[in-house]
Each structure stands twice: as C-alpha cells, then as structure tokens.
C-alpha cells in the first residue's frame, strides 16, 4: 500500500505543469526604481496561491522574495524573444488595446501582436503600438488584503501601458531579476 501511495504522488509531481518547467529560467520583471517599495515592486497576477486571478489585469506587487511566487515568474528565454511568458500558468501577458490606460491581461501564448513586446533599453514597448511602454501607474502604493495573516506587509500599484516617455522613467524601466535572494 505504501509502495502505490509513493508512486501516486510521483506520478502526481511529474504532471504537474510546473514540475517539468526549467526553473533556473525564470526570472521576476521588476521595476528598476523602487519607488515607495523599498523591497522593490514586481509584475504579478492577483491573488495568492490558490486564489490567483488569471483573468484579472496585471498589477506590480512587493517582489515576493520569501514566499510562494509562481504568480510573479516569468521565462527569461521567451522574454528575450519578446514574450512576456508565466510559465507555471503557460500563459502570456499582452493587450487588448493601444492606448494610455490600456491594462496588462493574460492569454494563450499564440506569438499574436498582442501578445508581443519589444525590449529596448530598459522599457517593454507594445510590438503593435511600439510608442507605448509597460508603466506602472503613478498613485502611490496601497496595501494588499491581509488574507490570513492581518494587516498584510505587501504592496501593489496598477499596471497599464502609457506613452513612454522621460517623466515616467521611473516607472517605465524593467529588469529580469533571479526570484532567488
């Protein structure tokens, strides 16, 4: 009996999507600047674990350096080919439009315009609307629901695309970061 339980949960480890992912290849898109998060401010999904938001419209967050953080991973290859890929979820980040204001959402990785970035010194531009950067939104930082543990220490801001531009460099500048400290 012990022998079938053991063998269950293996076969239940190697299908688990992120199981057969390369984990030395993700990384965190985060700002450059930390803005008011001294603990710097990274892209992620809504929610936490088993309440991640996948329909929900990206946000930065507290970098989730010590705790669960498959919501804030992305493939580091794929970004260099200009996807902004969540390989625990399988899905990419894009947009349903080109203009300021336009929010970050995930979808099937299907290398559509969309769902394609330009990386250029630092700022992620829209392929389909290369004027337009990733930018995180200029309200400062509130407070994330606590869930379990009450008040929460975490962070989030929005998350749109903007015209890049000089005055939001600040908010306009990403790096691919190890999720390891």
């Not at 080919?81 to 390989?87: Q, Y």
């Not at 299907?110 to 004027?131: C, K, L, M, T």
């Not at 015209?163 to 939001?168: D, F, G, I, L, T």
Request: net charge neutral; proline share 7%; aromatic share 4%.
């Amino acid at each position: 009996m012990t022998r079938g339980i053991a063998f269950g949960l293996l076969l239940i480890l190697v299908a688990a999507p992120h199981a057969v992912a390369d984990v030395e290849s993700e990384r965190f898109l985060r700002a450059v600047a930390p803005l008011d998060e001294p603990r710097g401010l990274c892209v992620d999904i809504p929610g936490h674990r088993d309440r991640v938001n996948v329909s929900a419209a990206l946000v930065v967050h507290t970098c989730k350096w010590d705790i669960w953080n498959l919501d804030q991973r992305f493939d580091a290859p794929a970004f260099a080919r200009g996807e902004l890929r969540m390989p625990s979820f399988d899905l990419c980040a894009g947009v349903n439009g080109h203009q300021t204001g336009s929010a970050i959402r995930l979808g099937a990785c299907d290398g559509s315009a969309p769902r394609q970035w330009i990386i250029d010194e630092g700022r992620v531009r829209s392929a389909a609307a290369p004027d337009m950067c990733l930018t995180i939104g200029a309200e400062p930082s509130t407070l994330t629901p606590g869930g379990r543990r009450l008040p929460s220490r975490h962070v989030a801001r929005s998350l749109a695309l903007a015209e890049c531009q000089s005055p939001a460099d600040d908010r306009q500048r990403w790096e691919l970061v190890s999720p390891q400290r």
